[in-house]
């Protein structure tokens, strides 16, 4: 079939011949459909994702693709916009899984003003969608309750469910103890003190609070701030031996 396929490709006119192939990619590679939809300008319109992630998606793939973690614990998920990416990058590296742990319901965080619903069908259909099964487990409770029965190393952890003070330090006080070595811990919505203006910014955003309590305790971050920032933690006092780690 493949032959076939590239003997017809290679008569057809140049133009006429991408819409095919682009067309057969569509129909029959869902790893194509993936890199399309996650990763390609304008990829993301072919689904409503709902998501505040937006070009923060590509530092998630690249921070995957180079750190190659073996257990990636993400603490919201919503839409899986986040997820997939992820997800994608631990297929490419041929290693790695993500656990999506979101309770998926109308809470005080999650789609602030949308309803949830639909929101984990949406989710499961894009995992279907790109066959990503084997790299993104769907952990349906809220933090506390996974923590209780979680057992694996984590390598890399995105903190992004409860945005209050009390909600981001008790995501990561209940998951540290299970952070290997080299390991990074992902906070996003980080940078909202330094953009009151924004739209979306509201009252209780406590993620820049605590980032700033573990700075003072000696924990070494960097954050790349865009409209609401993403800031990147090695979670060994006086750190950054992350950057060595290969």
């Known amino acids: ?20 192939g682009t067309h057969l990619l569509t129909k029959y590679d869902p790893q194509f ?12 319109g072919n689904h409503q994702w709902n998501s505040g992630l937006g070009v923060q998606a590509y530092l998630l793939y690249g921070l995957v693709r180079t750190h190659k973690p073996t257990h990636i614990l993400e603490i919201g998920s919503a839409t899986g916009l986040s997820s997939c990416t992820m997800a994608l990058a631990c297929r490419h590296n041929k290693i790695g899984k993500v656990f999506a742990v979101d309770p998926h319901d109308v809470n005080d965080w999650n789609n602030i003003s949308k309803s949830c619903d639909g929101q984990l069908d949406f989710f499961k259909s894009r995992i279907a969608e790109y066959a990503l099964s084997d790299y993104c487990t769907i952990i349906q409770s809220t933090s506390e309750q996974a923590a209780k029965k979680w057992s694996l190393p984590i390598d890399l952890m995105f903190i992004d469910g409860d945005h209050s ?31 009151r203006d924004h739209q979306s910014y509201r009252q209780g955003m406590g993620v820049p609070k605590y980032l700033s309590e573990l700075k003072a305790a000696g924990f070494q971050s960097v ?15 006086g750190g950054l031996d992350f950057l060595n780690r290969h």
């Open 1 to 20: 079939m493949k032959r076939v396929v590239k003997k017809l490709l290679e008569f057809l006119p140049r133009e006429s011949a991408i819409r095919l």
């Open 33 to 44: 459909v993936a890199v399309r939809d996650l990763l390609l300008e304008g990829g993301h």
């Open 165 to 195: 003070y009390e909600g981001v330090r008790k995501d990561f006080e209940l998951f540290k103890k299970w952070l290997t070595p080299p390991s990074l811990v992902l906070f996003h919505n980080s940078g909202w003190e330094f953009n």
């Open 223 to 237: 954050t790349v701030l865009d409209e609401v920032g993403l800031t990147i933690l090695d979670p060994k006092k």
